[in-house]
């Protein structure tokens, strides 16, 4: 009988704010409850939605009153949450910590008080950072600092990692990748079949015919969905559509999206006269992304910076070729056979979107089997086990040499303040050595934060015993049996 | 050792009535009442004083001899000559040797900070509670009261709320201060707000589920029996 745990999910951003990290962490809780866990999400309170709610599976949300500051950010007070969150922790019966996002205060704070407190901590990184800028430094150096002392980390992508491991200054070892799963029953291409794949022949493989094949003049509609910022590469879009358009006179763009860089887009539409070849969406809802998808046989990626890409997945899902910029994590996203990958340049996204449109004309791509082989490669309870494992790591259920490879444990010292187990002591004294080594100044001014963490907590101990805070009675737990027949996609 | 934590009596006069009752008051033993008939007193001699000492500093014409009733106090509260009659009570209270003694010491305190904190004892020992009790009255068919405050000379502010107005009894969930806690509400038909019972003693998980059984167990048996406990919980 695998050993079951209660997670804490935090972090600032959650339902109702729609995003990747929102979706992330619901679907992952949602399969890990499959599972037999017990998973509580703690964020800060939205508009209307303040207090405990518990959402359809069981899945307890608490939204705690807390001032936001930017972006449902909230304000980087290193200590206050401390009570609030201690309360919750006990309350809850929680023994691990899973603080995801990195641009999130909840979760960097719940990081620190939950070592204090003596739980097992994960951090999930969702985000790439540069190095240069200063505001990339000042969140570099607080990742450091909340870093320092987490048990494992767990990135997207194998990109991610090296990024979060030259950032934090990791081991390695202790940071695993996991990357997102897209939901594939909601981005079905248009001519799925529902009836065959429901299971009336569980025996006989699914292949779809082959549709009909497109003529040297039918039209290609290739679409984008992207919110149109610097960073996903929208002036690179805004430089390549007319030219794209030129080269290939049967070919159509359909844009979805908002943002900053909508005007340019507009203004390139105006000065080419290409109303009637690109199609301005405007921002769209997520349920929407699939209809709009299968409008069109590519599907155009520009972005200059992107930790895992999931909108690629769901395109492929859809059935779309896919045309993405080679940057961040997309190359370990898709098989070669799906994407055609371009440099983050002009010329070449031009050439990519060219080659990919003669292929599909030439017919040499089965765009009809995609969703079969995306849904394989892809689903979230594949991401629950594989948290689960980490889990069990962190934990000692698995034994170090298991988790972490044979040579890592039978090395003499490759963490010095790792216990014996492999796992991270709790001991103030271990923990200041973690946090010293961060920097001349840092380090003292961590090892100082951390001290006073570990007196708050010795307070909070005598002004709000234990005994006096109640237990929540849990959620009927599944077992971990029953999980093919649960309903919750 | 006067209060205790909140704790729970309930009283079933009937098999359709229920009154739960949470109170920090502990079980009246013969040292603690002979405590609370200790406060009791003190209560009214600092009741006494503070009104003496008004009465030496703003009311007492020290130039003006005091004139004895012509009446035996007795024969004046037969007639019913409360202002003189109380005029001499407190004068023979200031003239007292304790009454003398307090004049004494207060005479280097200014007019106005002596007004203050006698005001303020008065207050203190007319409204100041020791124990708090809350309580829940169930009738059924008829509805269920809540009440709270009470003892002193305050009354209890209690509500009542009829039986067709009731949508539902539930415990829930909330933020309040630092901390997490569980509560009873009465959701009523028509109110924007849930009705929170004992909103001032907040007691814990164990006395709220003691009461939220009973009273739905006095209030909706014999409809309420296929419910399950947990699926009420916390959807609001």
Redesign the interface.
């Known amino acids: 009988m695998a050993p079951t745990y209660n997670i804490a999910m935090v972090s600032d951003f959650f339902y109702p704010q729609p995003g990747g990290v929102e979706s992330h962490i619901y679907q992952l809780s949602t399969k890990l409850i499959d599972r037999g866990h017990k998973v509580i999400v703690i964020t800060h309170n939205y508009e209307g939605r303040s207090g405990v709610r518990y959402l359809t599976n069981g899945l307890k949300v608490y939204h705690v009153p807390f001032l936001v500051i930017f972006r449902s950010a909230t304000l980087p007070t290193v200590f206050s949450f401390f009570p609030i969150f201690r309360n919750i922790v006990l309350r809850e019966r929680i023994n691990i910590v899973h603080g995801h996002a990195s641009l999130s205060n909840f979760c960097h704070e719940a990081i620190l008080h939950a070592r204090t407190m003596g739980l097992r901590t994960v951090f999930t990184d969702h985000s790439l950072f540069g190095f240069a800028d200063a505001a990339s430094i000042l969140t570099n150096k607080l990742l450091k600092f909340t870093l320092s002392d987490v048990d494992h980390v767990v990135c997207v992508s194998h990109t991610c990692k090296e990024n979060t491991v030259l950032r934090a200054s990791l081991d390695p070892l202790m940071v695993s990748v996991i990357p997102n799963a897209v939901v594939a029953e909601n981005f079905k291409p248009l001519s799925y079949s529902t009836s065959s794949s429901s299971g009336n022949h569980p025996f006989t493989p699914h292949h779809p015919p082959p549709p009909r094949p497109l003529g040297p003049h039918d039209i290609i509609t290739i679409v984008v969905i992207s919110r149109l910022f610097y960073n996903k590469g929208t002036d690179l879009l805004t430089a390549a559509i007319p030219r794209i358009l030129e080269n290939h006179p049967n070919t159509r763009f359909i844009i979805a999206g908002s943002g900053p860089k909508a005007i340019d887009l507009e203004q390139m539409i105006e000065q080419n006269v290409l109303q009637d070849r690109v199609e301005m969406l405007g921002s769209i809802r997520h349920e929407e992304v699939r209809d709009v998808m299968v409008r069109g046989q590519i599907y155009l990626h520009p972005s200059l910076t992107e930790a895992f890409g999931t909108v690629i997945v769901e395109a492929a899902s859809c059935g779309l070729y896919v045309v993405c910029t080679q940057v961040g994590g997309i190359p370990e996203v898709l098989p070669s056979h799906m994407t055609v990958f371009a440099k983050p340049e002009e010329d070449d996204l031009v050439a990519a979107t060219g080659k990919a449109i003669a292929a599909l004309r030439a017919n040499k791509v089965r765009t009809e089997l995609f969703h079969e082989q995306v849904k394989s490669m892809y689903s979230w309870e594949n991401v629950a086990i594989r948290t689960e494992r980490v889990y069990n790591g962190i934990s000692g259920a698995i034994s170090e040499a298991e988790f972490y490879g044979y040579e890592a444990a039978n090395a003499p010292s490759w963490s010095a303040t790792r216990g014996r187990s492999g796992v991270q002591s709790f001991a103030l004294i271990d923990r200041l050595k973690r946090y010293y080594g961060c920097g001349i100044w840092a380090g003292k001014l961590f090892c100082l934060c951390v001290i006073v963490d570990y007196l708050i907590f010795l307070f909070l101990e005598l002004w709000w015993p234990r005994e006096r805070i109640d237990i929540c009675p849990d959620w009927p737990r599944k077992k971990p049996g029953e999980r093919k027949d649960s309903t919750f996609g | 050792m006067l209060t205790t934590n909140p704790h729970l009596y309930i009283r079933r006069p009937s098999p359709t009535t229920a009154e739960f009752t949470v109170t920090t008051c502990p079980r009246l033993t013969i040292p603690l009442r002979l405590a609370l008939l200790l406060i009791l007193l003190l209560r009214i001699s600092t009741i006494t004083a503070a009104i003496t000492t008004i009465y030496a500093r703003f009311f007492l014409d020290p130039s003006s001899p005091h004139v004895q009733p012509a009446a035996s106090p007795l024969s004046l509260l037969i007639q019913g000559d409360i202002f003189p009659l109380l005029t001499h009570a407190l004068y023979t209270l200031h003239a007292s040797p304790a009454g003398q003694f307090l004049f004494s010491t207060l005479e280097p305190v200014p007019s106005w900070a002596l007004l203050l904190s006698s005001s303020a004892a008065i207050y203190v020992a007319l409204f100041a509670q020791l124990h708090t009790t809350e309580s829940l009255l169930v009738l059924r068919g008829l509805g269920i009261q809540t009440s709270t405050g009470g003892g002193g000379v305050q009354r209890a502010r209690t509500r009542f709320i009829p039986t067709e107005k009731i949508r539902d009894v539930l415990i829930?969930?909330?933020?309040r201060g630092?901390?997490?806690?569980?509560y009873l509400v009465v959701v009523v038909e028509g109110e924007e707000d849930v009705v929170v019972v004992f909103p001032k003693l907040l007691p814990?998980?164990?006395i709220v589920e003691a009461v939220w059984r009973g009273v739905r167990g006095c209030l909706f048996e014999g409809e309420g029996n296929g419910m399950n406990g947990?699926a009420e919980k916390?959807?609001v």
């Open positions: 829930n969930e909330a933020f630092f901390e997490v806690r569980y814990r998980k164990k947990r916390g959807h």
